[in-house]
């Protein structure tokens, strides 16, 4: 199995230099959730994730707990009809809820549509049935938007996840402790589609753009633009994860260093002078 860290190259002292010796080497099965974290056998107590929100709440994930938790949630999504192939919305701003639903959807081999947090119930509307997605991953803030949705128009829409639990939802957590610690991968392909991200829309209806594996190895450069990451380091970017800049750029890029990765969720709006 190739990955980022591979890929990598490693002494170069100048950018002509890195160019002249870098080479691609993607394996054939490369998987993003095992690049991400399953690879680091020896970073298994390592934090990998920090998190933290602007009302105090807290957590922390070792490499070994993030896996363990990406396993039962992708248990817990074959056990509700999403298999191979299948596109789960990602409707949750930085939170693990979100990182673990897109491992978790990794491993099962089915594909992630994240949509902002900031998008209303017609842009919703819109990607659900573009995509023909299965599922949406939401919050108890946000799940109220689905009331302005026409499920009767979406037919392969099934099921509503939030992430604290909501009336009419199915509960996160509840289906985590319903998922099995332990997961049996099927075979994985470079080529395997993982994420579906729209355009802007800027001209017409936005376009879907379907991303396979090998797709989040081009963005390896990540390494150079922080000038090498190194042990120790904390990776912290206010980018959405909804957006390539925060998930591609951020989190896909980093975790497989072994590096870890600060969330932090605020429900604040942005305020330049805070």
Request: with cysteine.
């Amino acid at each position: 199995m190739i990955g980022l860290k591979e890929l990598t190259v490693r002494g170069a002292k100048s950018f002509a230099e890195l160019r002249a010796k870098h080479k691609w080497n993607v394996s054939a099965d490369y998987n993003v959730a095992i690049d991400c974290l399953d690879r680091h056998i020896e970073l298994r107590d390592k934090l990998a994730l920090l998190y933290e929100d602007d009302e105090g709440h807290t957590a922390r994930y070792t490499f070994a707990q993030m896996i363990e938790a990406t396993n039962r949630f992708a248990n817990a999504l074959r056990g509700i009809g999403i298999h191979r192939g299948d596109v789960v919305a990602v409707h949750t701003p930085q939170r693990p809820e979100t990182v673990i639903a897109h491992m978790a959807l990794y491993r099962l081999g089915a594909i992630a549509l994240p949509i902002s947090k900031l998008f209303g119930p017609d842009a919703i509307q819109y990607r659900l049935d573009n995509s023909s997605a299965k599922a949406i991953l939401m919050e108890p803030e946000t799940v109220g938007k689905m009331d302005a949705v026409d499920r009767k128009s979406l037919p392969n829409f099934k099921h509503v996840i939030v992430t604290d639990g909501a009336k009419g939802a199915i509960s996160f957590d509840d289906l985590m402790s319903k998922g099995a610690s332990s997961f049996t991968m099927e075979k994985s392909s470079a080529e395997d589609p993982v994420l579906l991200m729209y355009t802007s829309g800027t001209t017409g209806n936005p376009k879907g753009v379907l991303h396979v594996a090998r797709y989040v190895l081009g963005h390896n450069g990540i390494d150079y633009s922080y000038n090498y990451l190194r042990d120790g380091d904390l990776y912290y970017s206010p980018a959405d994860w909804a957006w390539a800049g925060g998930l591609l750029d951020g989190l896909l890029a980093i975790w497989p260093y072994g590096i870890p990765v600060l969330a932090y969720r605020s429900k604040a709006r942005f305020d330049p002078d805070v």
